[in-house]
């Protein structure tokens, strides 16, 4: 019984739960899923015998596959807000080359070019 309905439900009014949900959120494919989740939750919720049948399943496919889409949004959402960050890509050659400690290694050298680069003072005896 309850899988006429929902085939006949899906049938009559499929297209435009989908239609209306695209055109809300702007993505097919938000639609398309929220649509699926909500058939399956029908199957689940509506009872083996009809007794649990909604008055207007059309209506509550579309206010199911709402809150559906609603928590896929969120679920991006969050996916974006906590994504890792990226790690910093490998030094070229080049960034190699160019660091400091790659070109001198050692202290003393550094020292021995710095004082080697300082002009020395004029002697007394040279004008």
């Known amino acids: 019984m309850r899988s006429a309905v929902l085939d006949e ?5 499929g ?4 239609a209306a949900l695209a055109a ?15 058939c ?8 083996q015998e009809g007794q649990d049948l909604p008055r207007d ?5 579309y206010r199911v596959a709402e809150r559906a889409a609603l928590d896929i949004l969120r679920r991006r959402r969050t996916r974006a807000e906590n994504r890792p960050d990226e790690p910093e890509p490998e030094p070229t050659v080049e960034d190699r080359l160019a660091s400091d400690d790659a070109v001198i290694p050692d202290e003393r050298l550094k020292l021995i070019f710095v004082s ?12």
Do not use: N, Q, V
């Not at 809300?24 to 909500?38: G, M, N, P, T, W």
């Not at 399956?40 to 919720?45: D, N």
């Not at 399943?57 to 496919?61: E, G, H, I, R």
């Open 40 to 47: 399956l939750k029908a199957l689940k919720a509506w009872g």
């Open 116 to 127: 080697a680069a300082r002009p020395s003072p004029p002697t007394a005896g040279r004008r």
């Open 9 to 13: 439900t899906f049938r009559a009014a």
């Open 57 to 61: 399943p059309a209506a509550w496919l």
């Open 24 to 38: 809300r959120y702007r993505d097919l494919d938000i639609a398309e899923e929220a649509f699926a989740e909500s």
């Open 15 to 18: 297209g435009r739960i989908r």
